[in-house]
């Protein structure tokens, strides 16, 4: 059965912050693009792979990866709030099947998901509970991070476990490209954001309202400046050439530390888009249909839309 890819950047700066030239055209055509390539295909089902924020997985028990047999969205930035249409009875089968394959992969009877997954959701189908969905989160943010080469087998996995489902399956890819978001780290943490970032679960609407505010200054801050934060387009371009191409496995050779001194500390959710290209890839030799790429410093983030299949889909 058929497998598709589309992945997509996110940045919640795009509700808020408005971009010089016709960055939010080109977004949105590219997004409307990725609309009817999803349409066309048709999915029964559709996996999304997304980092966390520090919204839902907290470092007092920090999984590198989990799928979630059910999921709630908590509502940050002003996107969908409340429980995803996870299909129980996939999300089951994707955990039993990448744990017997070797990948060690936690699970939540109660996933809490953020903006990484409810706003390609939103984009592409309107609401974060339109879709049947097994939501697999992939920690990009909370160092220490494990290595890239196990996303990709995680991808390679997840992939097997999809095609066995015998179903249309979409994998949609959250995240990335090179960028860098004022977001806290627990080395550098005073002890009240360190308790944050340990159980930050349910916080005040006062204090949501001062941390998205925190991020949204620094994208208005963009805006006002026309300064650049930290995008590489070069890194950014090196990267979707290599999906393009399906090196995925050129990635082994690279270093967490020098994915964040070349791209900024949160691009490590392009993990999110080689796990769904790994996926595609063991149906075999696939083709990116179309590849959208535009830096924009003021949503903080080297903005990349790309969707994938395989050769021949019935
Ligand atoms: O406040 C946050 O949680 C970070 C928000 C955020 C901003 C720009 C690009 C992103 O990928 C992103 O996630
Ligand atoms: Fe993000």
């Not at 939010?24 to 997304?50: E, K, M, T, Y």
């Not at 920090?62 to 969908?80: K, L």
């Not at 977001?183 to 941390?211: K, Y």
Request: glycine share 8%; aromatic share 8%; charged share 20%.
């Amino acid at each position: 059965m058929p497998l598709a890819v589309v992945t997509a950047s996110h940045s919640p700066l795009m509700h808020t912050v408005e971009p010089r030239g016709d960055a939010r055209n080109a977004v949105g055509s590219a997004f409307a693009q990725a609309r009817s390539f999803a349409a066309d295909f048709r999915p029964d089902l559709v996996v999304v792979v997304a980092p966390d924020h520090y919204n839902g997985m907290f470092y007092d028990l920090m999984p590198p990866f989990c799928v979630g047999t059910a999921a709630e969205a908590v509502g940050d930035y002003g996107t969908g709030q409340g429980r995803l249409a996870v299909d129980r009875h996939a999300a089951q089968h994707v955990v039993r099947e990448v744990l017997a394959a070797g990948i060690d992969l936690a699970m939540s009877e109660r996933m809490v998901v953020d903006h990484g997954f409810a706003q390609p959701l939103e984009l592409l189908f309107g609401a974060i509970d339109a879709v049947p969905v097994v939501p697999v989160f992939v920690n990009s943010v909370a160092v220490p991070l494990g290595p890239v080469r196990r996303t990709r087998l995680l991808g390679e996995e997840l992939g097997r476990a999809l095609l066995a489902l015998d179903r249309r399956v979409l994998l949609l890819g959250s995240g990335g490209l090179s960028h860098d978001p004022p977001l806290p780290t627990l080395q550098d943490a005073s002890p009240e954001v360190a308790a944050r970032l340990i159980a930050g679960r349910h916080p005040t609407p006062e204090e949501r309202a001062a941390r998205e505010g925190r991020v949204r200054d620094a994208g208005l801050a963009v805006a006002a400046s026309k300064a650049g934060p930290r995008l590489n387009p070069d890194w950014d371009r090196a990267f979707l050439d290599l999906l393009a191409e399906r090196r995925l496995t050129a990635t082994d050779a690279w270093t967490n530390e020098w994915i964040t001194d070349e791209a900024g500390n949160s691009a490590h959710e392009v993990r999110t888009w080689l796990a769904a290209y790994a996926a595609l890839s063991v149906v075999g030799p696939y083709a990116v249909r179309s590849s959208f790429y535009r830096p924009i410093p003021e949503w903080i983030a080297g903005f990349g839309i790309t969707m994938a299949e395989t050769w021949r889909n019935p």
